[in-house]
């Protein structure tokens, strides 16, 4: 058991579902964009906790739902995929403000630990990392336990990453007309990774 979690295949397969663009990746670039990345570190935090809820869950065996209830996956899936799309509605009509404004309401640590608990990809990540890595020992729980603790700690270092590539965006990006067209662009991509489960 003390080497499941410390194999390079395990931290591969997290670091590699932690770090590619999807949904929470996107919305967390384009709100420390937008926020700052101090603003954006409860997002980070709600998402990543979540995430490794996910797994702790179906390493216990709740997450087989999605498997034998199909139904229940494609409800998730259209939920998320509307609930994306308006979040991408939004970001797309948001007008370019600059950072010292307090007034507006950044991706909050729950809004972005519900985006995990209802994204169907999420659930089946965790499904994938389980039947994969999770040994079948005398103590489960326990090595389900660690692996979600070594889960939670490679996507919080993932997603600071996208945290800290908004910063460089809004460096790079530095006039209104600029950061109008980038919010644009994340949008657009907020909306296809939301509908691509749905192509082909």
Known sequence: ????????????????????PGPTNILILANSQRFGVKA???AVLGACCAASLIVFISGAGAGEALRQFPLVREAMSWAGAL?????????????ATNLTDESR?????????????????TWMMALALVSL???????PLQAISLLSLWFLLISLLCLSCWALLGKAATRLFRTT????????????????????????
């Open 1 to 20: 058991m003390s080497q499941f979690y410390s194999s390079a295949p395990f931290l591969l397969f997290a670091f590699v579902a932690s770090i590619t």
């Open 40 to 42: 954006t570190m409860p």
């Open 83 to 95: 609930w994306l799309s308006w979040m991408s509605w939004q970001l797309f009509a948001a007008p």
């Open 105 to 121: 309401r950044s991706f909050s640590c729950r809004a972005a630990a519900i985006l995990q608990l209802i994204n169907p990809k």
């Open 133 to 139: 890595f999770a040994p079948r020992g005398a103590h």
């Open 177 to 200: 007309t600029s950061l109008v067209w980038f919010q644009r662009v994340m949008a657009l991509c907020l909306f296809a990774s939301a509908w691509a489960g749905f192509m082909g």
